[in-house]
């Protein structure tokens, strides 16, 4: 199994607060992404990176930050936390020039946002 | 925005039935994962499809990629209870910024005993 994991596996938050994800890799992949996870709608990317300090917006981005200051860790802030907040997300890595770029995913964080 | 519609939803069969799900787009894409998915997990790769009309099996799971390149297939034969969970398929476009891949909503299948 691909070394990722994810921090807090759980939270629960009250509207209006700060919020930061961690995901942590030790398998020194070049992309790490965030997705979050609602029924019906699949996966969703929200924000993916592609090296250190290198950054990009996926689908999903507005209300979300994120930050790679070290290859293994990738983080996701939500600065002010709504309801439609509330998800399963998801931290995924994948190499270049590796098994058609599989992306490897990590054990998930819930968020409830209250 | 790439598109990937996925049908059904959701499946509940008895356990020794078939089943087809489907995942359909008007976009090309290079190549096509399906992920299952089971709860409290992330989803992990059963395979990728990178040729047109190229057919993988896995045990009792086929996968087919369109000629087209537009559209693919899973069909399970035989399906046993540890097949329940969430499928998922993920297109890749040619030249993705970022390995970057579009999921479909996924298929829920059960599996009954």
């Known amino acids: 199994d691909a070394g990722i994991t994810q921090s807090p596996r759980h939270k629960v938050t009250e509207t209006g607060t700060p919020v930061t994800l961690r995901c942590h890799q030790t398998e020194n992949h070049r992309y790490m992404y965030w997705y979050r996870q609602d029924p019906g709608h699949g996966l969703r990317l929200i924000h993916y990176s592609y090296g250190v300090k290198d950054t990009d917006k996926g689908e999903v981005s507005d209300g979300y930050s994120v930050s790679r200051s070290k290859t293994e860790d990738f983080l996701l802030t939500l600065e002010s936390a709504t309801s439609s907040q509330t998800s399963v997300y998801f931290c995924?890595?994948?190499?270049?020039?590796?098994?058609?770029?599989?992306?490897?995913f990590g054990p998930g964080t819930r968020l409830t946002v209250l | 925005t790439q598109l990937l519609e996925q049908s059904p939803q959701f499946l509940s069969i008895q356990e020794g039935e078939n089943l087809t799900v489907y995942c359909n787009s008007s976009s090309v894409f290079s190549s096509l994962q399906w992920y299952r998915q089971e709860p409290g997990e992330g989803p992990v790769l059963l395979v990728t499809v990178v040729t047109g009309g190229e057919v993988k099996k896995l045990k009792r799971l086929t996968f087919q990629f369109g000629d087209a390149r537009k559209d693919s297939s899973l069909h399970i034969t035989a399906a046993q209870p540890g097949d329940t969970g969430l499928y998922l398929c993920?297109?890749?476009?040619?030249?993705?910024?970022?390995?970057?891949?579009?999921f479909g909503g996924g298929t829920r299948v059960l599996v009954k005993p």
């Open positions: 993920a297109g890749r476009a040619f030249k993705a910024a970022g390995n970057k891949l579009t």
């Open positions: 995924a890595i994948s190499e270049s020039g590796v098994s058609y770029n599989e992306q490897f």
